[in-house]
C-alpha cells in the first residue's frame, strides 16, 4: 500500500478525519472527530513511507521484538508510541492492525464504554 491507501484505509475507521498538523504537507495525521487524539502519523522520509501509532509499552516492546521494521517512535514518546517502516518485514495487514489497536487505545472514554 502506498501513503493514499493507509490513510483511506485508516479513514474507515468510525468517526476519524485527516489533519495536517504541521507546516510539512508530508506529515498527515488521522484523528478522532470527538476527542481530536491523532492515533496514527502517515510520512515519508529519505523516500520511505512510515507509520507513528501508538501502543501501550507491553505492545511496544511485542511489536519491536516482532519486526524488524518497528522501533521506536521517530519525534515521539519512545514508550508510548513506535514507527513502523512500510514494505519492510511487517505485511500490510499487520501494519493496519497496529493501528488499528492505536485508534482503540485513543478513543474517548465515553465512546470505549460504548
Do not use: C
Amino acid at each position: 500500500m502506498d501513503k493514499k491507501d493507509f490513510l483511506n484505509r485508516f479513514l474507515q475507521f468510525e468517526n476519524t478525519y485527516l489533519d495536517f498538523p504541521f507546516d510539512d504537507d508530508n506529515w498527515a495525521a488521522v484523528r478522532h472527530k470527538d476527542s481530536k487524539k491523532v492515533f496514527v502519523f502517515v510520512y515519508r522520509r529519505n523516500g520511505v513511507l512510515y507509520l507513528n501509532f501508538k501502543n501501550t509499552p507491553e505492545w511496544a516492546t511485542f511489536w519491536r521484538e516482532s519486526f524488524e521494521a518497528v522501533s521506536p517512535a521517530y519525534h515521539m514518546n519512545k514508550e508510548h508510541w513506535s514507527t513502523v517502516e512500510a514494505g519492510k518485514d511487517a505485511d500490510d495487514e499487520q501494519i493496519i492492525q497496529m493501528v488499528y489497536d492505536s485508534y482503540k487505545l485513543t478513543l474517548s472514554k465515553s465512546r470505549k464504554k460504548k
